[in-house]
């Protein structure tokens, strides 16, 4: 990605003129999503259009947030002070809950979440977390901050791609908060901000990381294996064939987490109920109308993990293994 002053000004002022004029033709949007609906005699077309009109709204009103609270903290000189993280705070939970509604409404999705009784316990508690989870199906990221920050009263710092940067609003609020937004040709440079954003952690804080690194496909299942029997990674490579719903786990950015803040307690997550739709195409062929996204959740408690290395890699696997069960 190019760099912020470069980046921002291009981005800001593409969404803003594309959310105005979604906004200001959203009739029209509309009226040719219907069209196109009854046409195909598929839903698709009005979903979407109704959706890219909830999403430019949000983008116009979370981009005006944003220039304002850069103004009240003096340019941007007080940006970083903890009344304007709370704020920034507010606005993110307003932005993805918002966006997260609209979906499930207009899809008629029903999340439930299971977590066990312990960890719906620490949860609820004051004190940070570290959340790994499952990477499979439509923005499960967006459904999952949802129920942490919504139901939970949690403060999200989210590990993700630098790509997702192009949109102008996740770019500047998880950079005036600790996200941790990686560019994941440097290891070592992601390793080192999420140890950071880990150990940022408030008792009200969780981070958010998905050891996979991208949604579950078959095609991607097996590169992920052909690429641990390449390296020479031969346990990790046994490990990952006998588990067929999920991809093998990188160890790298969890141990990272792990290092920053070894007091905290892990919430490792599964969920399914939404199909495997990880690219637009197969999105478009398969929307999950009506379905029930169903989330469960163990606590692992810090004291029960083990200090090596190579220890933890094997509980890594060892978790990874019980979601694959469980899906």
């Not at 440079?189 to 078959?218: H, K, Y």
């Not at 990272?256 to 803040?261: F, M």
């Amino acid at each position: 990605m190019p760099p912020a002053a470069v980046r921002r000004p291009l981005t800001i002022v593409t969404w803003l003129l594309m959310s105005a004029l979604c906004l200001g033709l959203s009739p029209l949007v509309l009226a040719i999503g219907a069209l196109a609906g009854a046409l195909t005699g598929r839903p698709q077309p009005l979903i979407l259009a109704r959706l890219l009109v909830a999403y430019f709204a949000r983008e116009l009103a979370v981009l005006g947030a944003c220039g304002g609270l850069w103004l009240a903290s003096g340019f941007g000189a007080a940006i970083q002070s903890r009344p304007f993280r709370r704020l920034h705070h507010r606005l993110l939970r307003w932005f993805v809950h918002g966006l997260a509604q609209r979906a499930l409404d207009l899809l008629r999705i029903e999340v439930v979440p299971h977590p066990s009784e312990d960890a719906a316990h620490v949860l609820e508690a004051d004190r940070p977390l570290l959340f790994f989870s499952r990477h499979a199906g439509p923005g499960d990221t967006v459904l999952l901050v949802d129920l942490l920050s919504t139901r939970y009263d949690r403060l999200p710092s989210v590990v993700f791609k630098d790509t997702l940067a192009i949109d102008p609003c996740v770019d500047l609020i998880a950079h005036r908060l600790p996200h941790a937004v990686l560019d994941t040709s440097d290891r070592e440079e992601c390793e080192q901000r999420i140890q950071e954003v880990s150990a940022q952690l408030d008792r009200r804080g969780v981070l958010v990381l998905f050891p996979e690194g991208g949604n579950f496909t078959a095609e991607r299942r097996r590169r992920a294996l052909r690429r641990l029997w390449r390296k020479g990674h031969r346990r990790e490579a046994e490990a990952g064939q006998q588990m067929t719903h999920v991809l093998p786990p990188h160890p790298t950015g969890a141990l990272a987490a792990l290092r920053g803040n070894p007091q905290a307690d892990v919430i490792f997550s599964a969920h399914t109920g939404l199909g495997l739709a990880a690219f637009p195409r197969e999105l478009w062929r398969h929307t999950p109308i009506g379905k029930t996204l169903r989330i469960r959740m163990w606590l692992a408690p810090a004291g029960e993990r083990p200090d090596d290395e190579e220890a933890q890699i094997r509980w890594l696997y060892d978790w990874w293994k019980r979601l694959d069960d469980w899906v």
